[in-house]
Structures are given as structure tokens and as C-alpha cells.
């Protein structure tokens, strides 16, 4: 079984940074695509950044120069460097990995971790 865990939300000042962690566990894996979602109230949740196992990165227009997503692959971890907070960046963001075992892709989810930024 894998399991995603997410840490290091929190409440941030508009201009300000947040780094995101999201670790997956488990054994016999391997990582296709690791990525972050987000979801603010009343919204469908979207689609922030994504990297592949190559090293490709996608990110959302919004976030586009401000948000910067890496990974470790030694250590089964991608993380989100938030620049330049928005008010409108405030969301539960979810870490997201579509993961390989024996034949087939599974993709997994995490529990979110609250991102507010005041203004």
C-alpha cells in the first residue's frame, strides 16, 4: 500500500513563501507523475504543478513564475516552493502521484494541507 503524507501549510502574508512537502511510502513502487492539486471553497480542484519522473514540469498559468515544484527521487518527494503569495492562492492543496506497481498505474491521493495567505 502506498500512502501520500503532505506537511508545511500554513498561514502566510500575501508576499510571502510556503514550502510544501508530500512524501510517498510504501514498497515495490515507482513514481510516474508526483504533483500538487488545490481546492479553495466552492471551487473544483485544479491542477498547480506536476512533474514526471524525467524531470518534465507543468504548471498552472497562475502560478506560473511564482511557484517552483521539485523532486527527490531518492527520497520518494516532491515539494512546492510558493513565492509571492496571493490571497487567491489560499486552498487545501493535495499531493498527487500516479504510481506504478507490478502492470499498473494507481493514482493516489493525500489529505491536503491547509495554505492560507492573509492579505
Known amino acids: 500500500q502506498v500512502q501520500l503524507v503532505e506537511s508545511g501549510g500554513g498561514l502566510a502574508q500575501a508576499g510571502g513563501s510556503l514550502r510544501l512537502s508530500c512524501v510517498a511510502s510504501?514498497?515495490?513502487?515507482?513514481?510516474?507523475?508526483m504533483g500538487w492539486y488545490r481546492q479553495a471553497p466552492g471551487k473544483q480542484r485544479e491542477l498547480v504543478a506536476d512533474?514526471?519522473?524525467?524531470?518534465?514540469?507543468t504548471y498552472a498559468d497562475s502560478v506560473k513564475g511564482r511557484f517552483t515544484i521539485s523532486q527527490d527521487n531518492a527520497k520518494n518527494t516532491v515539494y512546492l516552493q510558493m513565492d509571492s503569495l496571493k490571497p487567491e492562492d489560499t486552498a487545501v492543496y493535495f499531493c498527487?502521484?500516479?504510481?506504478?506497481?507490478?502492470?499498473?498505474?494507481?493514482?493516489?491521493w493525500g489529505r491536503g494541507t491547509q495554505v492560507t495567505v492573509s492579505s
Open positions: 498527487q502521484g500516479d504510481i506504478g506497481i507490478g502492470r499498473f498505474t494507481y493514482r493516489y
Open positions: 510504501g514498497s515495490g513502487f515507482s513514481i510516474s507523475v
Open positions: 512533474v514526471r519522473s524525467g524531470g518534465t514540469t
